[in-house]
């Protein structure tokens, strides 16, 4: 089993920045990489970014190109999201997820197998 835990959302302003943060812990060896998720009220749960834990493989969703980051410290077991010119579109509970295998898509909820408990981002206009 893999426990996620985020943290860092909170109520901004557009144009402001926020860092989410996940902290893995449990078999974290058996992780092949990480997702950050996010779902508004009404939506579905959509790919935001990932990253893998061996080659740093990144990849984002056309929206948040530009403005968001994701990296990695292996050694803490944490993934990082900093986001910068947050827009009130972006304004969703984030969730942190784990894939264990390289299968399926990376984009899909599906492929994740461990999920935190969201952190809630609202970005006011």
């Known amino acids: 089993q893999v426990q996620l835990v985020e943290s860092g959302g909170g109520l901004v302003q557009a144009g402001d920045s926020l860092r989410l943060s996940c902290v893995a812990s449990g078999r974290t060896f058996s992780n092949y990489a990480m997702g950050w998720f996010r779902q508004a009220p009404g939506k579905e749960r959509e790919f935001v970014a990932a990253?893998?834990?061996?080659?740093?493989?990144?990849y984002y969703t056309d929206s948040v190109k530009g403005r968001f980051t994701i990296s990695s410290d292996n050694a803490k077991n944490t993934v990082f999201l900093q986001m910068n010119s947050l827009k009130p579109e972006d304004s969703a509970t984030y969730y942190c997820?784990?894939?264990?295998?390289?299968?399926?898509?990376?984009?899909?909820?599906?492929?994740?197998?461990?999920w935190g408990q969201g952190t809630q981002v609202t970005v006011s206009s």
């Open positions: 990253i893998t834990w061996s080659g740093g493989a990144i």
């Open positions: 997820a784990a894939r264990s295998k390289p299968f399926g898509s990376r984009y899909s909820a599906n492929s994740y197998d461990y």
